[in-house]
């Protein structure tokens, strides 16, 4: 259902990607791991179509981004919670959301209940949000649409434990109806827990693509596949 073939992307002399390949089919959940510079955003960030690549391609159900004629209601994405209009309450954002997407208004109400924030909490201007009030409306404008695909940048971010574990039980929910979901994280065991399989990327090229393993393993195979990619090392 997400299919990334061959990109390679370059900021300046930065080789961001370089030949970067992998798929997520529909009904399975990707860990994507690697280290701070690895690529993992600007893998996302073309997929959704807010950064070109320099060369290759990256699908959805077989469209790039861009050739969606609505792409919210087939990809919801989750890549900047920091990016929302300080000034905007987060129903007014959503509201705005559903609009674009042909959306009936009665679904900012539902997404709004989904990931827990109040109806006092959403007629709040967003500037005044904590990190894991933003993340949540966030994951409210993902799956606003009901998309079949989720690409989510580090949303367990900011998110208290109950958060954590709610994120954790709505992707798997998503997944069993067959959605196909990407997310980065930096959290280990989460991934562990959370996904069928991981990329793992470092310097902007696939070091593995495999089933998940045990949490300690996991861990084990990350520090001995990221090392050298690894800007500590
Ligand atoms: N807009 C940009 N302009 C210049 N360089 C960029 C830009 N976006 C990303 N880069 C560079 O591309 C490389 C990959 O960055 P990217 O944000 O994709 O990494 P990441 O894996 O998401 O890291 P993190 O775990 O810190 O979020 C880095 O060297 C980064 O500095
Ligand atoms: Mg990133």
């Given at each position: 259902m997400i299919e990334m073939s061959h990109l390679h992307k370059n900021f300046g002399a930065t080789?961001?990607?370089d030949d970067v390949s992998f798929t997520v089919p529909a009904g399975q959940?990707?860990?994507?791991?690697?280290p701070n510079g690895a690529g993992k955003s600007t893998c996302l960030r073309i997929l959704t179509g807010l950064v070109h690549?320099?060369?290759?391609?990256?699908?959805?159900?077989?469209?790039?981004?861009?050739?969606?004629?609505?792409?919210?209601?087939?990809?919801?994405?989750?890549?900047?919670a920091e990016s929302f209009h300080p000034g905007r309450s987060g129903l007014e954002t959503l509201?705005?959301?559903?609009?674009t997407?042909?959306?009936?208004?009665?679904?900012?109400?539902?997404?709004?209940?989904?990931v827990g924030l109040t109806r006092a909490e959403a007629r709040r201007r967003v500037g005044g949000y904590s990190m894991g009030m933003r993340q949540r409306?966030?994951?409210?404008?993902?799956?606003l649409g009901d998309p079949a695909v989720l690409v989510l940048d580090e949303p367990t971010n900011g998110l208290d434990p109950q958060g954590q574990r709610w994120l954790a039980g709505l992707?798997?929910?998503?997944?069993?109806?067959?959605?196909?979901?990407l997310f980065s994280s930096h959290q280990l065991h989460e991934v562990a827990r959370i996904a069928d399989s991981v990329v793992m990327i470092?310097?902007?090229?696939?070091?593995?693509d495999q089933r998940v393993a045990a949490s300690a393993d996991l861990e084990a195979q990350y520090f001995a596949l990221t090392a050298g990619t690894d800007r500590a090392a």
């Amino acid at each position: 259902m997400i299919e990334m073939s061959h990109l390679h992307k370059n900021f300046g002399a930065t080789r961001a990607l370089d030949d970067v390949s992998f798929t997520v089919p529909a009904g399975q959940i990707v860990g994507f791991l690697g280290p701070n510079g690895a690529g993992k955003s600007t893998c996302l960030r073309i997929l959704t179509g807010l950064v070109h690549a320099d060369s290759g391609s990256a699908t959805i159900n077989g469209q790039a981004h861009g050739a969606l004629p609505n792409p919210g209601r087939v990809v919801g994405a989750l890549l900047d919670a920091e990016s929302f209009h300080p000034g905007r309450s987060g129903l007014e954002t959503l509201r705005l959301a559903a609009i674009t997407q042909g959306l009936p208004t009665s679904r900012v109400h539902q997404v709004l209940a989904e990931v827990g924030l109040t109806r006092a909490e959403a007629r709040r201007r967003v500037g005044g949000y904590s990190m894991g009030m933003r993340q949540r409306l966030g994951l409210a404008q993902a799956l606003l649409g009901d998309p079949a695909v989720l690409v989510l940048d580090e949303p367990t971010n900011g998110l208290d434990p109950q958060g954590q574990r709610w994120l954790a039980g709505l992707l798997q929910q998503r997944a069993e109806r067959g959605c196909a979901v990407l997310f980065s994280s930096h959290q280990l065991h989460e991934v562990a827990r959370i996904a069928d399989s991981v990329v793992m990327i470092g310097a902007g090229q696939v070091l593995a693509d495999q089933r998940v393993a045990a949490s300690a393993d996991l861990e084990a195979q990350y520090f001995a596949l990221t090392a050298g990619t690894d800007r500590a090392a």
